[in-house]
């Protein structure tokens, strides 16, 4: 069964260093979807790719997050410099429909 | 007011009773409803998907929707140990697809 692949898996790093998180949807899906979420919270989406291009950014801290998926396919997130409140899990999803989306295993990010 | 309200619980049941999950939604505009399972520390994994007010059926899980009152379930018969983790409502609608998820709740099976 195809999966959404992300890596790393866990990443400890510290406050002002840069972080990139990579992404890698199901095979075929236009759309990509990078989420956080906060222990005890639902997943927040942060930005959303239709093939390359951004269809929404609009919860996307842009003073120190970026997103790019250059060729349609794979996607890298990356923060720079990250912030303790930063600390979360990052969740990458996919979809080919419109409305279901398919997750990664995420990405659990430790901010010291 | 959240957009989305979930009990994040926990809940805890013993093995073979029935579970009952629900979120209620205040904005209008959603028209599909999704059900999400997350075991600890892995991503959310794809549970139900429903589109109108009514029941549907997959095994042991039933979700149910009431668009009138702005209220779905999801109902777990003869639950099991392995079905512990938090489950997680989802919904959207409009053109941007975008997913509105609730808090979660937290589900234990005790054997």
């Known amino acids: 069964e195809a999966e959404v692949a992300q890596s790393p898996r866990y990443k400890i790093t510290?406050?002002?260093?840069?972080v990139a998180f990579w992404c890698d949807p199901i095979s075929g899906h236009a759309t990509l979807y990078w989420y956080r979420q906060i222990l005890?919270?639902?997943?927040e989406l942060l930005v959303q790719f239709q093939d390359e291009s951004?269809?929404?950014?609009?919860?996307?801290p842009k003073d120190r997050f970026s997103a790019e998926r250059l060729k349609g396919v794979d996607s890298t997130l990356k923060i720079q410099p990250a912030e303790l409140g930063d600390s979360a899990m990052y969740l990458c999803a996919s979809s080919s429909t419109q409305e279901t989306q398919y997750f990664g295993p995420g990405t659990r990010l430790l901010v010291l | 007011q959240k957009e989305?309200?979930?009990?994040?619980?926990?809940?805890?049941?013993?093995?073979?009773?029935?579970v009952s999950l629900n979120c209620t939604y205040s904005n209008s505009a959603f028209q599909y409803?999704?059900?999400y399972r997350q075991y600890s520390r892995k991503g959310p994994e794809l549970l139900m998907?429903?589109?109108?007010?009514?029941?549907?059926?997959?095994?042991?899980f039933t979700a149910q929707v009431d668009k009138s009152s702005k209220y779905i379930s999801l109902f777990i018969r003869d639950s099991q140990p392995s079905d512990s983790a938090t489950y997680l409502c989802a919904m959207g609608g409009g053109s941007n697809y975008k997913l509105t998820f609730g808090k979660g709740t937290l589900l234990t099976v005790n054997p």
Do not use: C, H
Not at chain 2, 5 to 17: K, R, T, W
Not at chain 2, 49 to 60: A, C, I, L, P, V
């Open chain 2, 4 to 18: 989305v309200e979930q009990d994040p619980g926990p809940l805890s049941v013993p093995e073979g009773a029935i």
């Open chain 1, 54 to 60: 951004v269809v929404d950014d609009s919860q996307l």
């Open chain 1, 40 to 43: 005890g919270q639902g997943p």
């Open chain 2, 33 to 35: 409803f999704m059900w």
């Open chain 2, 49 to 60: 998907y429903t589109y109108s007010s009514g029941n549907k059926e997959d095994g042991r």
């Open chain 1, 14 to 18: 510290e406050k002002s260093q840069a």
